[in-house]
């Protein structure tokens, strides 16, 4: 159970040090420079920024864009079990919860990696353990000899019951998409029923949990409504717990009338952000656009939370967050560079 802490000063102390942190985040402007260098100034510039210690350990190790990729990602784990740690009482808590995401996200890698066959060193590559499971812990489950293997040895318990659920079909189907789904339910459950906890700091971290579901839930609608079939059944895909209800996001992916989508969505929503993002989204466009659109206006909303309670569980969530995209753009800028896309190209799938 997480420990209560006493007094404001703790919140203080650690709302100021995020605020700190985040404005050392690569600001746009740096973003758009990058865009016009090669790989080998792009390396030389993120060894000059907050990476540098973990390209030097590295580079003995990677090269070119794996190093970047593999240096940016261990930074990101180190940072996250370093702000764990700053956290206090309940804060350190709902923290935790909130990055079991990446436990999800490492696990399905790990299956996916195994069912394709993949080498061990490039599953280890694409992996962040900024979660519960440390890097020492997803090793031994990259070592397992099969996925059976990897669900069975699989210490978290709630997790592992999901995926022994639905293994038989997953293996068959040769996706893990149906099990997905419902790990990131339990995830959201998990998050809601803290947040309802009655712990201090339990508001703002469940206001900000039920728009991250709305979020999740649109980007899925226009994912399916962008998918040639829409044949299959899609209520698994919904999450409850946000402002949309699984039968209204159900229903939306078969109405033809996009102009329809946006005023069904609208009616529900109350977050301003939100409200103007999808106004944009009226003008068809390519899933990605679509969800970067989406991911702007959720920083966006995290940003506004954070000034309205600025010693609260907020402003750590705006850093977390936007040290996660930091994270993922000079990935994508990494690996578009080696691949040769344009600048053009490239800024299309940032997040600024």
Known sequence: MTEVSSGSAPYIYVSTRMRVRKSKLIPREEYLRMLNMGLPELTRLVEEMEYKREIDEL???FS??????????WNLAKEYQRIIALAPGEMKGFTRDYLHKWDIQNILTILRGKQLGLSEGKIKAVLVPAGAL????????IAESSVERVVETLPIKAIADILSEGLPAALESRSFGDIENELYKYYYATLIKAAR?????????LKYVMFEIDIKNIKNLF???AQVSKEADTMALWIEGGAFKPEELERLTTVESLDEVVDSLKKKVKVAVLADALEEL????????IESTLTSAQLGQMDKMSKRNPFSISPLLVYLERKRYEVANL??????????????ILEKYLVM
């Not at 070119?64 to 990602?73: F, K, Q, R």
């Open 59 to 61: 580079a003995a190790s």
């Open 64 to 73: 070119g864009v794996d190093l970047i990729e593999n240096a940016v990602s």
């Open 134 to 141: 440390d890097a020492a812990a997803l090793d031994r489950m």
């Open 197 to 205: 906890g009655g712990m201090k700091g339990g508001l703002p971290f």
């Open 223 to 225: 994912r399916v409504r």
């Open 282 to 289: 009226r003008e068809k466009k390519p899933v990605y656009a």
């Open 331 to 344: 990935r994508a800028l990494a690996r578009g560079k080696e691949s040769g896309l344009s600048a053009e």
